[in-house]
């Protein structure tokens, strides 16, 4: 570039940084009826590392923030208007659909705010992903699907559409505790070559800018979600597994018991606010 | 990224060129700053401002507001700005914290920047892939000085 | 065909005469734009909707001809004039010669 | 940066300073083919896109001329700078459309409304592409 281009540019003003947080109007009614918990008192478990919780809503531009607000103009709804066609198709060998066990997908409304959950006859900390794939195998007589699959995305955005509004509410104590311990430990571990934690950014540094990037407090309560950078829906382990390959980290595998217990830990620390998913991020 | 790539597949064992200070051979002193450069190359502040904005590089402005890199859109938040920087910081102290700022900042967010192993679950660039130790630091020592003769033009 | 295409369309049920309402419509659409290339360096292939119609009653509301430089869910927000009660036809056409239809009735009092 | 996008950026500069305007783009021999080299008026459409897009794959603009027949979208950054044409029936409601398009990167979105009089106008707006902070 010439030194002429360079003094061209700074006079065309291309530097400006995005301020657009604090101008952004802070509520968020989706459908003009399901009010969203945007701000919470933080959880006692956090010790006052989080003087309150804030969904990552609250950190998109105006734009994103639109986008929302309106069920026809957010496009996660497209897969969950996929899945409710799934919901009432018989998938295995049992001719089974999902209604046939659970009437229309509104009646699943609190299921999603309590995942994962620990399931006593299994003994085993379950995702929403793996209870879904307990009912194709278990009572439907069909294949699992793929934890990163469409048909599971689609399923889990469904599930949580219709809890929409309600708090996140994880248990984090009697069996799970070891493993929430566990979650908490990988996230206060710094990663990589360039050792950074999921504290790093998500609890040092929400609110500031990281190149045009502003950063949130990481919380899981709108995923799936459906992000522009890939425009389609994003579970909750591809997107941790994302930002570990980021820190220059060997990542850790979509569904592995690791990525399980940080899910259940980033999920405590957002009890309180409300589910959702689909969200629209960027 | 490609670049890094590329690098990590010629690289094992890591490669030192003459008149270069390794990572493992640095010497910090007790405040976290490295007296001698590098190289015996002198620093290039031109080369430091391509290693700043570029992204894959340094990147330096993902975190540091810069005014005098005003051209180059989008600067972070998230550590101190630099402008003036070198009113209060010596050649030495820059060199230390680019090289390693937790010798100096003891739990910085800052990464090591010439630091070649002692890493938790390290990977092969951003494939996030297992990769062996020693890792080719993030920059080589020809950009730290780069870098640091960069810094030391922000005197204001 | 391309895979799970599903139009979705907003318009209101009703209006009075000479009326001017809001319509919305979006479809799940991956729209291929024939720039990205796959995990082996080879140029995907353009797949795209490459026309949107809005209609009513057989007469044209919007005729949007579109590029690759629209995005994945093709959306389109415009307002259109009802003079009596009748039917909305929404049409897409996509490259691999698909042609997804909607239509929505409305009632002019 | 692309080197497009420093010449556009550059001939910006140029155009705030009273400068005359280096030779045309690929990009504008997209405009010229569509007004047949017509003169084209300022102002009498409006263009609304964020002046920074969070994303650019999705980055929502709306169109809006009153008396159009058409309006044509370009993208002059893209590697194809055409992005789409909304042509306005008998029906419509108002010669205004939304719609969400791809940016490649930083650069100038031009709106050019076809009146029902033959006359071309134009808007122009610049629209900054954010930078991720992470990865590679």
Not at chain 1, 132 to 137: A, K, Q, R, S
Not at chain 1, 204 to 226: E, K, M
Request: hydrophobic content about 40%; some cysteine; proline content about 6%.
């Amino acid at each position: 570039m010439t030194t002429r281009t360079v003094a061209a540019l700074a006079l065309a003003g291309l530097l400006a940084a995005p301020a657009w947080a604090e101008d952004a109007e802070e509520r968020l009614l989706v459908n003009d009826e399901i009010e969203i918990t945007l701000r919470a008192p933080a959880p006692e478990h956090l010790d006052g590392a989080l003087p309150e919780i804030v969904s990552g809503w609250v950190y998109r531009s105006p734009e994103t923030q639109d986008l929302q607000r309106d069920d026809f103009d957010n496009p996660g709804i497209l897969y969950v208007d996929q899945a409710r066609e799934v919901w009432n198709a018989a998938l295995g060998s049992e001719g089974k659909s999902c209604a046939s066990c659970h009437d229309d997908p509104e009646s699943m409304r609190g299921v999603r705010p309590v995942y994962p959950k620990w399931d006593e006859a299994k003994g085993e900390l379950q995702s929403l992903e793996m209870q879904i794939n307990e009912c194709l195998t278990d009572q439907m007589g069909a294949e699992a699907w793929g934890w990163d699959s469409d048909d599971m995305k689609n399923m889990t955005a469904l599930l949580a559409s219709v809890s929409r509004g309600m708090p996140i509410d994880v248990a984090i104590d009697g069996p799970v505790q070891d493993i929430w311990e566990r979650g908490r430990e990988m996230y206060y571990t710094r990663y990589g070559q360039l050792e950074l934690s999921c504290a790093s950014c998500h609890e040092q540094n929400y609110g500031n800018l990281i190149r045009a990037d502003h950063l949130s407090q990481g919380h899981t309560n709108g995923f799936p979600v459906y992000r522009f950078s890939t425009t389609a829906l994003v579970s909750q382990h591809n997107r941790f597994r994302g930002c570990i390959r980021d820190t220059r980290a060997e990542t850790f595998a979509i569904g592995s018991d690791d990525l399980l217990a940080l899910e259940l830990y980033v999920a405590s620390r957002g009890n309180g606010l409300s589910v959702e998913g689909p969200a629209v991020r960027h | 990224m490609t670049r890094f790539a590329l690098i990590l597949a010629l690289a094992a064992p890591l490669p030192v060129l003459a008149g270069e200070i390794g990572p493992h051979a640095v010497t910090y002193d007790e405040y976290g700053a490295i007296e001698e450069p590098l190289t015996d190359r002198p620093g290039d502040p031109e080369a430091g401002v391509v290693v700043m904005t570029t992204r894959g590089d340094g990147n330096c402005i993902a975190c540091h507001r810069v005014a005098a890199l005003e051209e180059y859109p989008f600067h972070g938040e998230v550590g101190p700005p630099l402008d003036g920087v070198a009113a209060y910081r010596s050649a030495a102290e820059l060199r230390g914290i680019v090289a390693n700022a937790k010798q100096m900042f003891p739990g910085t967010v800052m990464p090591a920047f010439y630091k070649s192993e002692g890493f938790t679950r390290p990977g092969d660039g951003f494939t996030g892939e297992a990769a062996t130790e020693p890792l080719p630091p993030l920059l080589t020592a020809q950009q730290i000085e780069d870098v640091v003769a960069f810094l030391m033009t922000l005197t204001e | 065909m391309a895979e799970n295409v599903k139009p979705r369309v907003k318009v209101p049920s009703s209006a009075s005469a000479g009326e001017t309402v809001q319509i919305k419509t979006l479809i799940s659409h991956q729209m291929e734009s024939g720039q990205r290339r796959d995990a082996d360096g080879n140029v995907i292939p353009r797949s795209i909707i490459n026309r949107f119609v809005a209609t009513f009653n057989g007469e044209t509301v919007i005729d949007v001809v579109i590029e690759p430089a629209v995005s994945t869910n093709p959306y389109f927000e415009f307002e259109a004039k009802v003079p009596e009660s009748g039917e909305f036809v929404f049409t897409w056409y996509d490259d691999d010669g698909s042609v997804y239809e909607d239509t929505a009735s409305i009632e002019v009092s | 940066m692309e080197r497009r996008e420093v010449l556009m950026l550059g001939a910006g500069a140029v155009v705030a300073l009273g400068l005359p305007l280096p030779a045309w783009s690929a990009a504008d021999d997209a405009v010229m083919a569509y007004t047949g080299g017509s003169d084209v008026l300022e102002g009498g459409v409006t263009l609304d896109a964020p002046e920074i897009a969070e994303n650019g794959n999705t980055v929502p603009i709306r169109v809006s001329a009153e008396g159009a027949e058409e309006i044509v979208v370009f993208a002059i950054g893209n590697p194809n700078p055409g992005v789409a044409t909304f042509r306005f029936g008998p029906l419509a409601g108002s010669q205004e459309a939304s719609t969400r398009i791809r940016l490649a990167e930083t650069q100038d979105v031009v709106a050019i409304a076809k009146m029902s009089d033959g006359t071309f106008h134009r808007a122009v707006r610049e629209v900054k592409v954010t930078i991720g902070g992470c990865g590679g």
